[in-house]
């Protein structure tokens, strides 16, 4: 028995081969037609200009972000915030690197850039202009975070490589206006309003200075024991103690500061710009050396398919008990 299953096998295999040896010219025609035609194809993409190419090339550039997700609040610290960043699905326990994600896909940020580049005219889009260019947008336009490395990256692929350039950087600066306005940087906002309050402290100081320097030059010219000397000594105490109390406030702001800086300076930013994106002189796609194996090897698996079709339909013909099979169900 195992002799005759081998026997069968032999037969089969053999048969197989036969076919294939019977329609060798067709196979080898299909699959020489097919490659030269996928590299005469692949010529004139590379030829034509890459306006009207079918297949041109493509560049994408990438721009690299630091993000600290070790200091992210959780979702309960982050109160309203979480809640804006659960509704584009971020997880409860919300991070910086998940809002950033989900910044990308936001209408303000989308039309932002359709706006500034003139996408809609670009891109030629005649029906439903903002939800189209939003859409072709998405499709160019990805941000993808290595929670390893902490790194967000963004890229753009376009044929212009100049343009999609620009483009993720601009993005990226608009990524990093928003974080800005969502105020999530509180050492940052914090070091801001001291800045201000040194400033302000000091124009009070310069003034009560020179309003007390006004005082004491009235008192010097004043005529001995006038009536107003009085008023204006006790001005001049009030002034001093006031100066006083504004010198020691500012002491204390300016230590603030500078105990703020040191704190900020020994911390890792919560968003930093690690590299910003450069107009690429290497296409990143179409693999046109990938396109020829893909099709010439889908050449030749299509035409041995096709000639054990054809070998099968042969055989189905010459069978007179299969044909009448066929012609009855015709019937």
């Known amino acids: 028995m195992e002799e005759t299953r081998k026997e069968n096998d032999e037969i089969s295999l053999i048969d197989l ?4 040896w019977r329609r060798k010219v ?16 692949s010529i004139i993409t590379i030829v034509l200009p ?5 297949l041109p090339d493509v560049f994408t550039p990438r721009a690299l972000m630091l993000i600290d997700d070790s200091s992210s609040p959780g979702a309960v610290q982050m109160g309203g915030l979480a809640a804006f960043a659960g ?3 971020v997880r409860t326990g919300a991070t910086y690197s998940d809002l950033a994600v989900f910044l990308f896909g936001t209408h303000s940020l989308l039309d932002s850039v359709v706006d500034e580049f003139g996408l809609i005219e670009r891109f030629e889009i005649e029906r439903h202009p903002r939800a189209s260019s939003r859409a072709a947008l998405r499709r160019l336009l990805r941000a993808s975070f290595d929670e390893r490395s902490g790194v967000l990256t963004v890229s753009f692929t376009d044929r212009d490589p100049v343009f999609a ?7 990226v600066g608009y990524l990093e206006n928003r974080f800005d306005s969502l105020g999530l940087d509180r050492n940052r906002i914090e070091l801001e309003n001291l800045e201000v309050n040194l400033v302000n402290v000091f124009q009070d100081i310069l003034r009560l200075e020179d309003e007390s320097r006004r005082l004491e030059q009235t008192v010097a010219f004043a005529p001995f024991g006038g009536s107003s000397l009085p008023a204006i000594t006790a001005d001049i105490n009030r002034i001093a103690m006031e100066l006083g109390a504004m010198r020691q406030v500012y002491t204390q702001l300016r230590v603030q500061n500078e105990m703020l800086k040191v704190t900020m300076a020994s911390e890792t930013p919560m968003f930093q710009v690690l590299e910003l994106a450069e107009a690429p002189d290497m296409k990143s796609s179409p693999s046109r050396g990938l396109i020829c194996i893909i099709v010439s090897l ?10 054990f079709a054809l070998n099968a339909i042969s055989n189905i013909r010459k069978d007179p008990e299969a044909m ?3 012609r009855g169900v015709n019937v």
């Open 50 to 54: 890459p306006e009207v190419s079918p």
């Open 298 to 307: 889908a050449a030749g698996f299509f035409s041995v398919f096709l000639a």
């Open 324 to 326: 009448a099979k066929l």
């Open 26 to 41: 067709m196979i080898i025609v299909i699959t020489l037609s097919a490659m030269v035609g996928v590299v005469v194809f």
């Open 17 to 20: 081969f036969a076919v294939l």
């Open 165 to 171: 350039r620009d483009v993720v950087n601009f993005t």
């Open 87 to 89: 509704l584009g699905g």
